[in-house]
């Protein structure tokens, strides 16, 4: 019942938004690596960062270039550790 209604609130709402043009000079070539980026204010001592931690420190280099954007206003000791992890994680 819920997922029922998520869906027809979804297809409804798609109704309503223009699609994005096609993106110019796409790579579409499967074998190249994938680049991810992580954007966050909260890798600091704060709950999500516990939840990143795990994707942070589990890519696969050889596959995965990862980007992460950091917000945080005051680093803390929490800060260090993930960006030692992901510096170690490639």
């Given at each position: 019942?819920?997922c029922?209604?998520?869906?027809?609130?979804?297809e409804?709402?798609?109704?309503?938004?223009?699609?994005?043009?096609?993106?110019?000079?796409?790579?579409?070539?499967?074998?190249?690596k994938?680049?991810?980026?992580?954007?966050?204010?909260?890798?600091?001592?704060h709950?999500?960062?516990?939840?990143?931690?795990?994707?942070?420190?589990?890519?696969?280099?050889?596959?995965?270039?990862?980007?992460?954007?950091?917000a945080?206003?005051?680093?803390?000791?929490?800060?260090?550790?993930?960006?030692?992890?992901?510096?170690?994680?490639?």
């Open positions: 019942l819920v029922d209604a998520h869906e027809q609130w979804g409804s709402f798609q109704k309503l938004v223009t699609p994005l043009p096609p993106i110019k000079g796409l790579d579409l070539t499967l074998d190249r994938l680049t991810v980026g992580y954007i966050s204010p909260d890798f600091f001592t709950s999500v960062s516990y939840f990143a931690e795990a994707p942070i420190t589990h890519h696969r280099a050889s596959e995965v270039d990862v980007v992460y954007y950091c945080v206003p005051y680093p803390d000791a929490r800060t260090s550790f993930l960006r030692t992890q992901a510096e170690a994680a490639g």
